[in-house]
T-cell receptor, first 115, second 111 residues
């Protein structure tokens, strides 16, 4: 069964450093998403991406964040200058092959720890 | 998206049916009810969705009241692996908008 994959599973970085989180969505999906979950809190939407552009973003997704689909398979989230409060689980999701009802399929997540 | 209300936690004995309620009294006519679950820090997992008819798949059944103001997710024979946080989300179908997660219901399946 196809699945969303994410790398790395755990990333430790120093405050102020740039990080890139990588995702490989399900191959025939067209919409891509990033969510995050701070420990003990709700899953929060960050951004959605379609046709090589951002379709929706939350107030969390400020200028420090960017997304890219550099090739036909990867979808990345970059945080330019990490802050302590960026420590969280980051989940990638994809949706919408032509036969779906837009359910989103989530990856296993990347745990980002900012020291 | 309409707001949902779920109990914070529930217990269920292994092998018994787990019935998870959700209230969504402000649901609109074009909003579907979706259920997802999250097993301990893993990525959320889609379970089922419906509009107004009852739905069943290999994982669960979804019962939606006639006025659509509430629904119940039924896991017919709960196992220990079904211990998770279950989220009820209402969302316009045909869109690829964000999912808005609440706090959900922590279902604990006991041996």
């Amino acid at each position: 069964e196809p699945e969303v994959t994410q790398t790395p599973s755990h990333q430790v970085t120093q405050m102020g450093q740039e990080v890139i989180l990588r995702c490989v969505p399900i191959s025939n999906h067209l919409y891509f998403y990033w969510y995050r979950q701070i420990l003990g809190q709700k899953v929060e939407f960050l951004v959605s991406f379609y046709n090589n552009e951002i379709s929706e973003k939350s107030e969390i997704f400020d200028d420090q964040f960017s997304v890219e689909r550099p090739d036909g398979s990867n979808f990345t989230l970059k945080i330019r200058s990490t802050k302590l409060e960026d420590s969280a689980m980051y989940f990638c999701a994809s949706s919408h092959d032509r036969d779906s009802y837009n359910e989103q399929f989530f990856g296993p997540g990347t745990r980002l720890t900012v020291l | 998206d309409a707001k949902t209300t779920q109990p914070p936690s529930m217990d269920c004995a292994e092998g018994r049916a787990a019935n998870l309620p959700c209230n969504h009294s402000t649901i609109s006519g074009n909003e579907y009810v979706y259920w997802y679950r999250q097993i301990h820090s893993q990525g959320p997992q889609y379970i089922i969705h419906g509009l107004k008819n009852n739905e069943t798949n290999e994982m669960a059944s979804l019962i939606i009241t006639e006025d659509r103001k509430s629904s119940t997710l039924i896991l017919p024979h709960a196992t220990l692996r079904d211990t998770a946080v279950y989220y009820c989300i209402v969302r316009v179908v045909g869109s690829n908008y964000k999912l808005t997660f609440g706090k959900g219901t922590l279902l604990t399946v006991n041996p």
